[in-house]
């Protein structure tokens, strides 16, 4: 036991240690493409209001007449204290947007796992164990389908159907402005703040709002799981272990789900740290389509100002979130398999 | 018929009626369906084994060793077609369900098989695997009783205690081809299938193993269809053999007796081209076994065979009994038999068949 606790540990710590380059190069990529782009963020966003002069203490200011090296060790340096500068529009500093914004784009993030394992793990796990039945064919044309539509079309059609033609779902926001007035704001979580403070009202009122926002972004990644984990169930029941089960006559219900299901299970969690980035790509326009005030909102509106700095600050936090995530996930699954750990 | 055969008295070890067989296959097909037409992988099969006896099964690869393993266990895969009888203590395995099937494996019968890398759960410790399997079939079993069974089996096959509850992963080939053993020997089985078991290993495990294989008959009185291409193999660890070729038996016979006075072309090309201290150059049968959907007409060895004679070539030699207790089919014996060459091939059947036309359909195979 404790051999393997010890193997474990040298496994997250190798991981963690594997990370630091990963970072090193993200911030370096991120920063190249912030200044590829010409002039600089302060010209950018004040060009047409301010005279040559005022632009020019401005950029002194931001620091943006210094060497580029210089530039980028501040840059890093403010990045690793986890200072993701200010803004330049509207003197808000991006870390304060994370902390009030960030709470939408990580209950609707979490909501489509939710919905996407909810729904994609039985399904694929249903059409692997009877393939090329009726119900097989109709679960793959569903993933096909799900796969290639765009998000916001889905998400269009849905507010059409749902909101604007049935009249069961709102349409756009997390909740109604009463709601959102009344819960007192602890966590910066609405869902998680009305949960603690008890007020089941408004609980439900916030679970309408983000339906269908949870179900559009779910079905953009449900499709890959369904396909995979059908795949690795006919796979995995045509396995060499699953046929050394039945010739042990352990009973045809356990060979199915203790050993065929269980190990085309695996790979489920890797695949979900890889659809991470394809989520919150999805996560931005599912915002946008539902008028959500999450982190996706904020960085278009950002972009639209051509606010630079806004801009860095958000993507250099996307981009350490992926990291950080694809992390979790290799500990996830080093706890789940025992072959991952070295 | 009473098929339900769910818990048949023991038989008291060593005192089991070694005369009578334990498993009797009679007349034993196995067809695999495919969009070429169906491969007749086993083609009409008899063998008897008995109680403490090891049956070796040899034949090129291809032969329908393996699917005649699985076959005799009711384990074809999904899609494969199985008739004749399978006559296990009295009752029919062809004719059980999976359910009953599922019951008598583990306790009844057991499979062994070739590659020990990939036949243990990943995900399942070695403990897990023992008790998964002992309490399907005992469900009675306390964990400690559990335990004590595992490890009992585990020790004979010489695998620590302080293993039991790694991950397959943690141990060498040879290591998870002994659990896969002590696995399926754990509760007993009167009757085992080996399929090739040292194939994917070296050979000093090759040995190791095969000792604990010829043991196992002493001690137990299993019963072991031991399959192999390596005629070693069978010299050293089996009393009986069966030659197997295209689907079919060609000879079998006691091993000592095969091996010293083979009768059938193929038994004695087969052993001419093993390697041996006496061996000088490598001898090897030219060509390939034939396509089991389009089997050759007559003797399936015919486009092979340097004894072919007419005959061969277009009726299929009948299994004859020997005087040394062996069957062999082919017409070489066959023949002597009255009236068992039909009338049209009377007066030409034993002429030796052309060379030009043995290549041509050897290359063809
Ligand atoms: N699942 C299958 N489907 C179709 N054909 C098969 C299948 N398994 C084996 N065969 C064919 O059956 C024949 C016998 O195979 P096998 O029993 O594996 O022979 P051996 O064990 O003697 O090498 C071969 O021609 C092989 O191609
Ligand atoms: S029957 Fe003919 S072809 Fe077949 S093995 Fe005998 S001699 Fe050879
Ligand atoms: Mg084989």
């Known amino acids: ?342 | 018929m009473s098929a339900h055969v769910t818990s048949p008295e023991p038989a008291p070890a060593g005192t089991a009626d070694t005369s009578r067989p334990v498993l009797s296959v009679r007349d034993l097909r196995v067809w695999y369906g495919t969009p070429r037409g169906p491969v007749r992988a086993v083609d009409s099969v008899d063998f008897d084994v008995r109680p403490g006896e090891t049956l070796g099964l040899v034949g090129e690869s291809g032969c329908g060793k393996s699917t005649l393993g699985r076959g005799v266990l009711g384990l074809a895969p999904e899609g494969a077609a199985v008739d004749g009888e399978v006559n296990f203590r009295g009752t029919n395995l062809v004719s059980l369900s999976k359910k009953q099937l599922q019951e008598l494996r583990g306790p009844e019968l057991g499979l062994i098989f070739q590659e020990p890398m990939t036949r243990l759960n990943p995900l399942m410790r070695i403990s897990e695997h023992f008790a998964e399997t002992l309490k399907t079939h005992e469900p009675g079993l306390t964990k400690d009783q559990v335990r004590e069974r595992a490890l009992e089996a585990l020790r004979g096959m010489g695998i620590p205690p302080s293993r039991y509850h790694n991950y397959p992963h943690e141990f060498s080939g040879g290591m998870r081809q002994r659990i896969m053993i002590a696995l399926a020997l754990v509760l007993r089985p009167a009757f085992v299938v080996a399929d090739e078991p040292t194939t994917a290993l070296d050979v000093l495990v090759e040995a190791q193993i095969i000792r604990i294989l010829a043991d196992l008959r002493r001690n137990f009185d299993t019963a072991l269809v031991l399959i192999t291409h390596n005629l070693g193999i069978v010299a050293e660890a089996c009393d009986r053999v069966a030659v197997m070729y295209a689907g079919r038996i060609v000879e079998q016979g006691d091993a000592r007796e095969v091996f010293a006075r083979p009768q059938h072309p193929y038994t004695q090309e087969l052993l001419r081209s093993t390697i041996s201290l006496s061996t000088t150059g490598l001898h090897y049968i030219p060509g390939a076994p034939p396509d089991l959907v389009e089997p050759p007409t007559g003797c399936r060895f015919h486009p092979r065979c340097p004894k072919a004679m007419k005959v061969c070539a277009a009726v299929e030699p009948p299994d004859v009994l020997l005087n040394s207790g062996s069957t062999s089919a082919c017409w070489h014996q066959a023949q002597n038999i009255a009236g068992a060459i039909p009338p049209e091939h009377a007066t030409d059947g034993r002429e030796p068949l052309a060379l030009a036309e043995e290549i041509s359909v050897a290359d063809e195979a």
């Open chain 1, 1 to 342: 036991m404790s051999k393997q606790s010890g193997s474990l540990r040298r496994y997250v710590l190798t991981r963690i240690g594997l990370a630091v380059p990963m970072v090193l190069i993200l911030l370096v990529l991120v920063f190249v493409l912030m200044r590829v782009a010409p002039g600089d963020p302060i010209s950018a966003a004040q060009g047409g209001h301010l005279t040559p002069a005022q632009l020019a203490q401005k950029r002194h200011q931001a620091g943006f007449d210094k060497p580029l090296i210089l530039q980028f060790w501040e840059y890093l340096r403010s990045v690793l204290t986890l200072n993701f500068g200010t803004t330049i529009s509207d003197g808000r500093s991006v870390s304060s947007i994370i902390v009030q914004n960030g709470g939408v784009t990580l209950t609707l993030a979490v909501g489509a796992v939710v919905v996407a394992l909810g729904l994609g793990v039985p399904l694929g796990l249903l059409a692997g164990r009877y393939r090329d039945s009726a119900g097989d064919t109709v679960t793959r044309v569903f993933a096909i389908v799900t796969y290639a539509t765009p998000v916001f079309f889905l998400g269009l059609l849905a507010q059409l159907l749902f909101s604007s033609h049935l009249g069961w779902l709102p349409s756009s926001g997390q909740a109604d402005t009463l709601v959102q007035l009344n819960v007192p704001t602890k966590t910066h979580i609405l869902l998680l703040d009305a949960l603690i403070s008890g007020q089941w009202d408004a609980v439900w009122n916030i679970f309408q709002h983000y339906l269908l926002p949870w179900i559009t972004l779910g079905l953009l990644i449900v499709g890959v799981f369904i396909r995979m984990i059908r795949i690795n169930l006919i796979q995995t029941l045509q396995g060499d272990y699953v046929e050394a089960a039945r010739a042990r006559g352990i009973k045809e219900s356990d060979v199915v789900v203790k050993h065929a299901f269980r190990n085309s299970l695996v790979p489920v969690v890797t695949v979900l740290g890889l659809q991470i980035a394809m989520l919150l790509g999805g996560a931005v326009l599912t915002e946008k389509t539902f008028n959500l005030s999450g982190l996706g909102s904020m960085l278009i509106n950002y972009i639209n100002s051509r606010d630079y700095i806004a801009v860095q600050g958000l993507v250099t936090f996307f981009a350490l979130v992926v990291v950080v995530i694809s992390m979790l996930i290799d500990f996830i699954n080093a706890l789940i398999d025992p072959r991952v750990r070295y």
